[in-house]
């Protein structure tokens, strides 16, 4: 019963909320199924699956708030779960910062979070497309590991205020990693969807082994400032912390007010309306763009709506908590789901024929906060770091580790190419100067 | 303990739905009495047989059960009030099995005979649907069953019998310390671990473990409004395998740090209340510490920040499973490769000695038996500077000529599969009597850091980056005041070799992770790493500060 349909959960929540006799309650139904397979050195190392389906229920008595869960839905269940909440909710301590359930929202209509052909995927499946990425990879002499994992989940909710939610949602990611074997050469690639339809563990499979065979006998640059090409994968991960989604988490008005961020004002409030990164710098979430399709609602119920985050290189919105927006006085928003970063209709490799000196950064790697103050972080290249002279790539370079800031880099900015899909955000590539690399790794 | 007589005891009791995800704490809200409950072992006997025989009526040449109920508490604080405290609960079975030659892995939280045989039958169908493509077949070391046998870690108090009004008391006094000491906030926290775990096998095998785990923790940020300058001051505690006694302060537990910072190092009790005074003093001290001139320095590393570089640079380096290519396309591969151990090129200087042990008394990893049934000790795996050994699971010994694991297979829950994590790793003390004040003495030009801070390492495990949480410069043998921007870099060949003085015995602690990260899905593993204060000459140190 994993996924089941907007009638079938609404009609388990309404019993629910039915049973409940405290001031506020509100239900969440979630479910999700899916697996995956792992593979190593041209062979399959694991492989599970998913199968789950759980309520949690919140009861509110003036400002104490319970919660319990279940996994079965006879009535039974049911009633003693919400009488469990009901019991905590009496017992707890009352919340400083309560802020009553949300009433009735309008959602936007999510176009293609769920695609049938992933929901259908079989394990036959899974082996069929690794099966053919580590053929590719014996013909040609390569190592490859990678990692292929999908499902299809729904999430629902109501609540005694009249909320009401529901929403599918269908994810597909894949990972490769092939190295040669003499150990001198290693290449990436990465893409995930809503439609498995659009997946190709094959044509990825080719990237990645291009990029092991091109990246062999890498020579020693001296650290230094360089300009860099950071493909997409290299500026969002989902398998790592990654410098754009570091920047993004950062956008919480509560720690800006509170004088400890990067956004937060000497002598006091935050930076919001202030320029901080170059003009071409512009990023939104909306929840109803077709290639990164996710949740129209967040967590507590607030409609996640199209929201411009930096404008030109501005701060126009910080995202915060309920009771921080109302104690504030500033829009409650949510933090986004995925979001957009705007970009211009250049390829990497039409970016590379432009750069006359510098270095093409497939994948970063181990990418950890250095100074919360100034946003420093640092981390590794990997997987693909090739110097290029006069718009061509004239060899591989050793690997890099680096010190910068996204703030510092996005103020540094040469160009910005065409977006796509990562880690369900669209990122386009950037050209920046000034790339602070601080020491070489042997790292292959 | 009646249920009635526990939630009055308990007091405060209530969940959170949209607490930001904690890796490893992912379970389910529970009312907190659910924390004191456990599962009949002839019950999950009866229901392990079930999927075993299953899996072999569907054609598994091996199976294994883990029958899990994963428990935990988590409290949140800042200030004066409490932000959360959640008691979750996540009960299910995970069942591998190796049919045509190739693994294969399902999860149930339906826990009846049913269930748990029709997750066996899916495992064994995906074993199956896999072998199609696959090379090379699954080759396990030999291991005996042992029958039914248990295991529990030795703890005095278990944390979820504490009353949570009791603890919530405590991180709130933590906080008045650190308020009233210059803070201008603090977030505490308090994080409590308990895993009944059963494991069956078709070796023979029916083991039931209880294994417990407590982290208390706490930020203190001390705030210039003038400059908009921010610093703070992580806890000194360590993540422990012990129970709630880890809260009860012993005198004997207190090590003191090189005279001149104030620092006390914490043993096998931790005292937050002095702690957190201490923190927000030195946050406050942060904010005026004289930016650090960069260049090479000797290092005086204390226990509670060597134990993350040991963790990164030899724990990582030498799991065999990253040394084969496992964990190539995530979190990389290793230097450490067959061929360079041949080569029998020194790791480090003839003073590094590091023992793995899964049986270490207090530490994280202890357990009576790993997650495929596997009787755990102890074992070199440094000797004298050289490298000896790596850890193994059953499927990899035959690699390197073993016959047997070494017990290091853990899966974070019944719904993740087992697979190779890190045992407890440590550095063996000196043999020689050295405190931290006569190792100081012997520094001309140098810094002791304390604290874990920034870190960063490649996917071969060679070029590193740590920073810390405070630092201070050391100038012809005597501590010379607080520095800031501090981050060293170094190779990890080149930085063991450089290490040249270990303190003895009585300066030896453990350092702890509670969420080590490794493998897809990415799962977490908690470890520890014992080691007293450690110097290493002539490390390159960069200045991190920066405008923005």
């Given at each position: ?11 388990i ?9 405290a ?157 040669t ?88 409030g ?11 710098v ?19 119920g ?41 970009g ?101 | 303990?009646?249920?009635r007589?526990?939630v009055?005891?308990?007091g ?21 009495l ?66 045509n ?8 939280n ?20 896999n072998?199609?493509?696959?090379k ?31 603890k ?20 505490s ?37 003038s ?155 440094i ?10 699971t ?34 063996k ?12 003495k ?7 850091i ?69 493998g ?29």
């Amino acid at each position: 019963m994993a996924i089941l349909s907007k009638d079938e959960a609404q009609a388990i929540l309404k019993k629910v909320l039915s049973f409940a006799t405290a001031d506020e309650c509100e239900a969440t139904l979630t479910g999700e199924t899916g697996g995956n397979v792992r593979s190593a050195r041209n062979s399959i190392s694991t492989s599970g699956a998913v199968d789950n389906v759980s309520l949690g229920v919140e009861a509110r008595f003036g400002k104490r708030s319970g919660v319990a869960t279940c996994n079965e839905f006879d009535d039974a269940t049911l009633r003693r779960c919400v009488q469990r909440a009901e019991e905590i909710a009496r017992l707890a301590p009352e919340s400083p910062e309560y802020m009553p359930f949300l009433g009735a929202q309008q959602y936007v209509a999510a176009p293609k979070s769920y695609a049938a052909s992933t929901a259908g995927i079989t394990p036959d499946y899974r082996a069929q497309q690794v099966g053919a990425s580590m053929k590719i990879c014996d013909e040609k002499k390569l190592s490859s590991a990678a990692f292929l994992n999908d499902g299809a989940s729904f999430i629902a909710k109501r609540n005694s205020k009249g909320l009401e939610a529901y929403q599918q949602l269908t994810n597909l990611e894949f990972s490769i990693t092939v190295r040669t074997p003499d150990g001198t050469g290693s290449g990436y690639a990465t893409a995930d969807y809503n439609d498995s339809g659009k997946f190709d563990a094959a044509a990825l499979t080719r990237v990645a082994a291009d990029k092991a065979a091109m990246s062999r006998n890498a020579k020693a640059l001296e650290p230094g400032k360089y300009t860099v090409i950071l493909e997409p994968a290299a500026l969002v991960a989902n398998t790592d912390a990654s410098l754009l989604q570091a920047l993004m988490s950062a956008m919480d008005a509560r720690s800006a007010d509170e004088g400890r961020s990067f956004l937060s004002k000497k002598g006091g409030g935050n930076k919001k309306g202030e320029k901080l990164f170059d003009e071409r710098v512009t990023i939104y979430s909306d929840p109803t763009n077709p290639e990164i399709a996710s949740l129209s609602f967040s967590g507590d119920g607030r409609p996640q709506k199209k929201t411009t985050w930096i404008e030109k290189g501005v701060v126009k919105n910080l995202y915060s908590s309920r009771f921080w927006a109302q104690k504030a006085g500033i829009p409650d928003l949510p933090r986004p789901d995925g979001w957009v970063m705007e970009g211009g209709t250049q390829s990497v490799q039409d970016m590379i024929k432009g750069t006359a000196k510098g270095i093409l950064v497939t994948r970063l790697w181990y990418i950890r906060p250095v100074d919360p103050q100034t946003l420093l972080y640092t981390g590794l290249t990997r997987d693909g770091t090739f110097y290029i002279e006069n718009g061509r790539i004239k060899h591989p370079v050793k690997n890099f580790r680096f010190n910068e800031s996204p703030i510092i880099m996005l103020n540094n900015l040469e160009a910005i190419g065409k977006p796509v899909r990562v880690g369900g955000n669209l990122v386009p590539p950037l050209k920046i100067r000034d790339f602070t690399f601080t020491s070489l790794s042997d790292a292959v | 303990m009646k249920r009635r007589e526990f939630v009055g005891l308990t007091g405060l009791a209530t969940g959170a739905l949209f607490l930001p995800a904690i890796p490893g704490l992912s379970a389910t809200p529970v009312d907190p009495l659910r924390l004191l409950e456990t599962v009949d072992p002839a019950i999950k006997k009866r229901l392990a047989d079930a999927a075993l025989n299953a899996a072999k009526a569907a054609g598994a040449t091996y199976a294994d059960v883990r029958i899990g109920r994963y428990l935990n508490q988590s409290i949140f604080t800042r200030e004066k009030q409490v932000q959360n405290i959640a008691s979750g609960e996540s009960y299910g079975a995970g069942i591998r099995v190796i049919a045509n030659g190739t693994w294969g892995f399902a999860s149930t939280n339906t826990v009846t005979e049913a269930g748990m045989a029709k997750a066996a039958q899916l495992a064994v169908q995906i074993a199956k649907a896999n072998a199609k493509v696959q090379k090379d077949q699954v080759k396990l070391a030999p291991q005996n069953g042992y029958g039914e046998v248990s295991w529990k870690t030795p703890i005095e108090k278990n944390s979820f019998e504490v009353p949570v009004k009791e603890k919530v008391e405590l991180l709130l006094a933590a906080n008045a310390k650190a308020l009233d000491n210059g803070a201008s906030f603090v977030n505490s926290s308090l994080f409590q671990i308990n895993e009944q775990k059963y494991f069956a096998s078709t070796d023979g095998s029916y083991i039931d473990q209880d294994i417990h785990r407590i982290w208390p923790t706490f930020s203190a940020t001390a705030i210039d409004r003038s400059t908009g300058k921010f610093r703070t001051r992580e806890a000194l505690s360590a993540p422990m395998g012990l129970g709630y006694e880890y809260l009860t302060p012993k005198a004997a537990d207190r090590i003191n740090g090189p005279a001149g910072t104030g620092l006390v190092g914490y043993r096998n009790s931790y005292d937050i209340l002095e702690d957190a005074a201490l923190a927000a003093k030195q946050a406050k001290e942060k904010l005026t510490a004289k930016s650090v001139t960069p260049g090479k320095y000797d290092l005086v590393l204390d226990p509670n920040h060597l134990g993350l570089t040991i963790h990164e640079s030899i724990g990582h380096a030498t799991e065999l499973d990253r040394v084969l290519g496992y964990e190539a396309n995530y979190a990389g591969t290793s230097f450490a490769t067959l061929e360079w151990k041949a080569k029998n090129a020194p790791y480090g200087s003839k003073l590094v000695n590091i023992v793995a042990d899964k049986t270490q008394p207090g530490s994280l990893g202890a357990v009576g038996y790993d997650d495929e049934g596997v009787k755990t000790g102890q074992w070199d795996i440094i000797k004298e500077g050289k490298l000896v050994d790596y850890q193994k699971t059953r499927d990899q010994a035959h690699i390197v000529g073993q016959d047997h694991s070494d017990g290091c297979c853990y899966a974070q829950s019944w719904q993740d599969v087992q697979f190779q994590r890190m045992a407890n790793i440590s550095l063996k003390p000196g043999t020689s009597q050295m405190s931290v004040d006569d190792m100081v003495k012997g520094v001309d030009k140098g810094i002791y850091i304390a604290g874990r801070g920034s870190f960063s390492i490649d996917q071969q495990r060679y070029n590193f980056q740590f920073g810390g949480t405070v630092f201070y410069a050391i100038e012809k043998g005597k501590i010379a005041g607080m520095l800031e921007d501090v981050a060293y870099q170094a190779n990890t060949q080149e930085f063991w070799n450089s290490c040249n003085a270990i303190c003895d015995q009585s300066d030896y602690r453990l350092f702890g992770s509670f969420f080590d990260g490794k493998g897809q899905p990415s799962q977490v593993s908690a470890v520890s790493h014992g080691s007293s204060t450690t110097r290493f000459n002539g490390v390159n140190v960069i200045n991190t500060a920066r405008k923005v």
